[in-house]
């Protein structure tokens, strides 16, 4: 059982470029979202989706796109990379409903960000 | 709107000390959920803990312990006999999702250092 899984862990790009981050869930879970944590930030939610094809904004979602095509995976799109982009992104994952009020949400091991 | 506070930004202390992270929140809801969560050197988030607005009950696991105070919106965390292995970012959370795991708002997390 993986969990929360995140593809790149680590990944350099240059302004303007663009790339996805990916994120898979094996849980079955309905809610996925993205955070990016920045120092002395903490985390802030950038997307997130409470079921396939059902995505809406966070707190600070400027620069990204999200789809949620399946259950299982929420990828993160930056279409023109920016220098203040850079970031670790989280990716995490967790039910949603009654029958979920105690299982909290579960965090991918994060992809570290760096944009030139 | 939602916030959480976290005022100390750093706290050193020396192996075998209790020590006392504090989490103040601000919700309009009466029904929110509050969360710690640890961020050891290595960057992953690992669950702490998860309380409901009802349940004002003081928790204990182990040397951690947690106090829950709805009259001063606080949600403060106690480690006592702090060891090395404590050292880590903690970060407090809120959600006033239904489902209890959504939507986290965190605080910008107090970094502690437990030195031998």
């Known amino acids: 059982n993986a969990g929360v899984t995140q593809t790149p862990k680590f990944q350099v790009l240059k302004t303007g470029q663009s790339m996805t981050l990916q994120c898979a869930q094996d849980m079955n879970h309905e809610y996925m979202s993205w955070y990016r944590q920045d120092p002395g930030m903490g985390l802030r939610l950038i997307h997130y989706s409470v079921g396939a094809g059902i995505t809406d904004q966070g707190e600070v979602p400027n620069g990204y796109n999200v789809s949620r095509s399946t259950t299982e995976d929420f990828p993160l799109r930056l279409l023109s990379a920016a220098p203040s982009q850079t970031s670790v992104y989280f990716c995490a994952s967790s039910s949603v409903g009654t029958g979920a009020r105690n299982q909290p949400q579960h965090f991918g091991d994060g992809t570290r960000l760096s944009i030139l | 709107a939602q916030k959480v506070t976290q005022a100390q930004t750093e706290i050193s202390v020396v192996e075998k000390e209790d020590v006392t992270l504090d989490c103040v929140y601000e919700t309009r809801d009466t029904t929110y959920y509050l969360f710690w969560y640890k961020q050891p050197p290595s960057g992953e988030l690992v669950f702490l803990i998860r309380r409901n607005s009802f349940d004002e009950q003081n928790e204990i696991s182990g040397r951690y312990s947690w106090n829950f105070q709805k009259s001063t919106s606080s949600f403060n965390f106690t480690i006592t006999a702090s060891q090395v292995v404590d050292s880590a970012v903690y970060f407090c959370?809120?959600?006033?999702?239904?489902?209890?795991?959504?939507?986290?708002?965190f605080g910008k997390g107090t970094k502690l250092t437990v030195n031998p």
């Open positions: 959370a809120l959600s006033e999702a239904r489902g209890g795991s959504e939507k986290l708002v």
